[in-house]
């Protein structure tokens, strides 16, 4: 039982370190919370999330492939590229159109047409002759040409004569038998044995001479305008015995119970096994045809695609309130929701490729750049099971995609140069090659040898490989988001960080001092951030522009002062103060002049925040004792430290200038003015509005503390040589 305790406890304790990434005590509730503000939630922005998912379901069910029975690359003589297909219900087999066209070429010979005899035929024809025969010339005809018309008359039309046209149709259709009846009686009778006017009117000559009647008399006669047709087909009992001999025979040749296998991956799709297929997408087809069915399945499309939605927007409210308030993040996170999913609803819809050359992976990417890590992986997973809907066999996609996005996430801590991004796209697609291999291996087949039923299909394999090459495409696509949404990747930080670009090479030149100043903060604000968890880049980038407006007035701030003269000695203290606050608002305009992003001009306008001048406002104290100094003048007019990052730039520049102006280095100097100046901070207020705790400030103390002491550290005095 105490193995029991212990394991369990080991367990909750490892959860809770591999699910934050930090071993420190408190650490957890603290990166919780940093950028989790509380917000007071109103009717309107509620409806606004529930507007937004609405659309998003509305667009994605609009795009879904209509056919959402068809198999993809389903070839006869190919492997089966997708995981093991089980019958969900029973279904028929139903025959190919081959097969139903061979079983009905071979029932043709039973099928029977049926043609009306008309007696009164012969009869009008044989009057007919005989009304003729009284107008002829030179005392009419012969009794014996008579008696042999009339009797070879009786025996063609006894046998029956059709039309020309009905013939025809006996000849196409390959009938054997014909069913004549004459009132309720039908009688088969052979179709070789049937005649037409023609082959009527030949039988009428046929055996003239031997009759002994004159073959050239009779042809004078023109007896053929007495040979017509009295077999008249009748198209409704006819029509109805193909029917019948149709609905004997069967559609299917067998049937597929519910949970049978029909087909794992790697086996060859054979003739037998396709047919399966087609004839389940048939009987699926059959049951969604009804209009309650396709009710049904749009349902079922509405309540997948808003559940995944809606557990995403749940995640922003509960974890990350920070980015619902920022347009941008929200606008990044939903252009690539849609984006991957649309892109595999054209490629399933129109069967063009296979979804796994799509470079899934840049979506974590890209939301691991501009935003963090575990909403990164929350999208990618998002995203994967919006882009399932479409698949026919998702699970290995699923498993295949999140691996994947697992592994982007973790190999891409900081993007700051190219070939961070070249060895993120090579581990995920080693990841995916090695994690597909292993569904392959559990499933039986063989990398190498083996028939064609357990060898390895390698076609997704290279398509993998395609999709490793297309993630390299990430690098470009970032300027296009930065530009678009106004981010600034750490590229783009690593950029400006380059004390050789043109603004930093003039504030070197201009302020060396305040350069030096920049570069010292840059490096202590880095470290701090390193410390606590903020984001180290940023910060620094930050500490190097946040004094670029000193270059106005290099000469009025401390550190670019040489020798003993101090322009301030000629001004009073409101003018001295209003010239050291400008520098904020000339910094401002610096950074807009040369383009610099949104959040570094942030750290210029917020490095002294709500702050006073504090030497000025002192100094002017002194000198009217009496009177009541107004703070406004001496009061920097920038906004409070809305971030960490912020925060910290603002400590360790006064922490930083501070330690300059001290006489003597000692531990216990250096600790006294590092809190001093930090409490100093706290208690005026200015770290009110942004998510350092005290922990964290704690932390940036012993940082200070510990960095000035290497830094301002007391050297030996070195020998010199005697005379």
């Given at each position: 039982m105490r193995k029991i305790t212990y394991f369990l406890a080991f367990s909750r304790k490892f959860l809770c370190i591999f699910a934050l990434g930090n071993v420190k005590e408190g650490f957890p509730r603290r990166f919780m919370s940093r950028?989790?503000?509380?917000?007071?939630?109103?009717?309107?922005?509620?409806?606004?999330?529930?507007?937004?998912?609405?659309?998003?379901?509305?667009?994605?069910?609009?795009?879904?492939p209509s056919d959402r029975h068809t198999f993809l690359h389903v070839d006869v003589g190919r492997p089966w590229p997708y995981s093991q297909f089980i019958a969900?219900?029973?279904?028929?087999?139903?025959?190919?159109?081959?097969?139903?066209?061979?079983?009905?070429?071979?029932?043709?010979?039973?099928?029977?047409?049926?043609?009306?005899?008309?007696?009164?035929?012969?009869?009008?024809?044989?009057?007919?002759?005989?009304?003729?025969?009284?107008?002829?010339?030179?005392?009419?005809?012969?009794?014996?040409?008579?008696?042999?018309i009339e009797k070879h008359l009786a025996d063609v039309y006894h046998k029956g004569i059709?039309?020309?046209?009905?013939?025809?149709?006996?000849?196409?259709?390959?009938?054997?038998?014909?069913?004549?009846?004459?009132?309720?009686?039908?009688?088969?009778?052979?179709?070789?044995?049937?005649?037409t006017p023609k082959t009527a009117y030949e039988s009428l000559l046929a055996d003239a001479d031997s009759s002994g009647v004159n073959r050239q008399q009779l042809q004078r006669l023109n007896l053929n305008k007495y040979v017509v047709s009295n077999l008249t087909y009748d198209k409704t009992k006819s029509d109805d015995q193909w029917k019948g001999l149709l609905n004997s025979l069967s559609p299917s040749t067998g049937m597929v119970l519910a949970g049978q296998s029909v087909i794992d991956r790697g086996e060859i799709v054979t003739e037998q096994t396709h047919q399966i297929l087609l004839s389940y997408e048939r009987a699926t087809e059959a049951r969604d045809s009804d209009r309650e069915g396709q009710h049904l399945t749009l349902l079922g499309q509405i309540l997948y695609l808003t559940t995944i939605l809606a557990c995403l927007v749940v995640y922003f409210n509960l974890f990350r309130k920070d980015y619902i308030t920022n347009v941008r993040s929200i606008s990044l996170v939903v252009i690539l929701l849609m984006l991957f999913p649309l892109v595999t609803f054209f490629l399933v819809s129109h069967t063009m490729l296979s979804v796994y050359i799509v470079p899934y992976a840049m979506l974590p990417i890209f939301v691991r750049v501009f935003m963090d890590s575990r909403t990164a992986f929350i999208a990618h997973a998002a995203m994967i099971m919006l882009c399932a809907i479409a698949l026919r066999y998702p699970y290995e996609f699923i498993a295949t995609q999140c691996v994947a996005g697992l592994v982007a996430v973790f190999t891409l801590r900081e993007l700051s140069e190219r070939s961070q991004l070249f060895r993120t796209a090579i581990f995920v697609t080693l990841s995916a090659l090695v994690f597909f291999l292993s569904l392959d291996l559990i499933h039986g087949h063989?990398?190498?040898?083996?028939?064609?039923?357990?060898?390895?299909?390698?076609?997704?394999?290279?398509?993998?490989?395609?999709?490793?090459?297309?993630?390299?495409?990430?690098?470009?696509?970032?300027?296009?988001?930065?530009?678009?949404?106004?981010?600034?990747?750490?590229?783009?930080?690593?950029?400006?960080?380059?004390?050789?670009?043109?603004l930093l090479?003039?504030?070197?030149?201009?302020?060396?001092?305040?350069?030096?100043?920049?570069?010292?903060?840059?490096?202590?604000?880095?470290?701090?951030?390193?410390?606590?968890?903020?984001?180290?880049?940023?910060?620094?980038?930050?500490?190097?522009?946040?004094?670029?407006?000193?270059?106005?007035?290099?000469?009025?701030?401390?550190?670019?002062?040489?020798g003993s003269t101090n322009p301030h000695d000629k001004l009073s203290s409101v003018e001295s103060a209003r010239i050291i606050i400008d520098h904020v608002r000339q910094g401002e305009i610096l950074a807009d002049n040369y383009r610099l992003?949104?959040?570094?001009?942030?750290?210029?306008?917020?490095?002294?925040?709500?702050?006073?001048?504090?030497?000025?406002?002192?100094?002017?104290?002194?000198?009217?004792?009496?009177?009541?100094?107004?703070?406004?003048?001496?009061?920097?007019?920038?906004?409070?430290?809305?971030?960490?990052?912020?925060?910290?730039?603002?400590?360790?520049?006064?922490?930083?200038?501070?330690?300059?102006?001290?006489?003597?280095?000692?531990?216990?100097?250096?600790?006294?003015?590092?809190?001093?100046?930090?409490?100093?901070?706290?208690?005026?207020?200015?770290?009110?509005?942004?998510?350092?705790?005290?922990?964290?400030?704690?932390?940036?103390?012993?940082?200070?503390?510990?960095?000035?002491?290497?830094?301002?550290?007391?050297?030996?005095?070195y020998p010199t040589l005697k005379d």
């Open positions: 950028y989790n503000k509380p917000i007071d939630y109103s009717w309107r922005s509620i409806l606004v999330q529930c507007a937004a998912v609405v659309a998003l379901v509305f667009i994605m069910v609009t795009f879904l969900p219900y029973d279904f028929p087999i139903f025959k190919s159109e081959n097969q139903l066209q061979k079983e009905q070429d071979s029932i043709r010979r039973l099928y029977e047409p049926y043609f009306e005899l008309r007696t009164e035929t012969y009869a009008l024809q044989v009057n007919r002759f005989r009304e003729d025969i009284q107008h002829l010339g030179d005392g009419g005809l012969s009794p014996v040409y008579q008696e042999y059709l039309s020309t046209e009905d013939w025809q149709r006996l000849k196409t259709d390959s009938c054997n038998f014909v069913r004549i009846y004459e009132g309720t009686e039908a009688v088969a009778r052979p179709t070789v044995s049937l005649l063989t990398p190498l040898g083996g028939d064609s039923l357990t060898r390895i299909d390698w076609n997704i394999y290279k398509h993998i490989i395609v999709s490793g090459v297309l993630l390299l495409f990430a690098y470009p696509l970032m300027y296009f988001f930065e530009r678009l949404f106004g981010f600034t990747s750490n590229v783009t930080l690593v950029e400006l960080s380059n004390v050789n670009n043109e090479q003039r504030l070197s030149e201009v302020a060396p001092g305040t350069f030096q100043h920049s570069i010292q903060v840059a490096n202590l604000s880095a470290e701090v951030a390193r410390k606590i968890g903020a984001k180290s880049q940023l910060v620094r980038t930050g500490a190097l522009y946040h004094d670029i407006g000193k270059m106005q007035n290099a000469a009025f701030f401390t550190e670019n002062q040489m992003p949104k959040v570094i001009r942030d750290f210029i306008s917020t490095h002294h925040g709500h702050g006073l001048v504090k030497f000025f406002y002192y100094l002017e104290k002194n000198k009217n004792p009496q009177e009541e100094v107004d703070p406004q003048p001496f009061t920097y007019p920038g906004q409070n430290p809305q971030t960490a990052e912020q925060a910290i730039l603002m400590m360790t520049d006064a922490v930083e200038a501070s330690a300059r102006s001290l006489k003597e280095y000692t531990e216990e100097n250096i600790s006294q003015l590092v809190d001093r100046i930090v409490d100093s901070q706290l208690a005026e207020g200015l770290f009110t509005e942004c998510p350092l705790t005290f922990q964290d400030i704690r932390t940036a103390k012993m940082v200070f503390k510990d960095k000035l002491k290497t830094i301002y550290h007391t050297r030996i005095t």
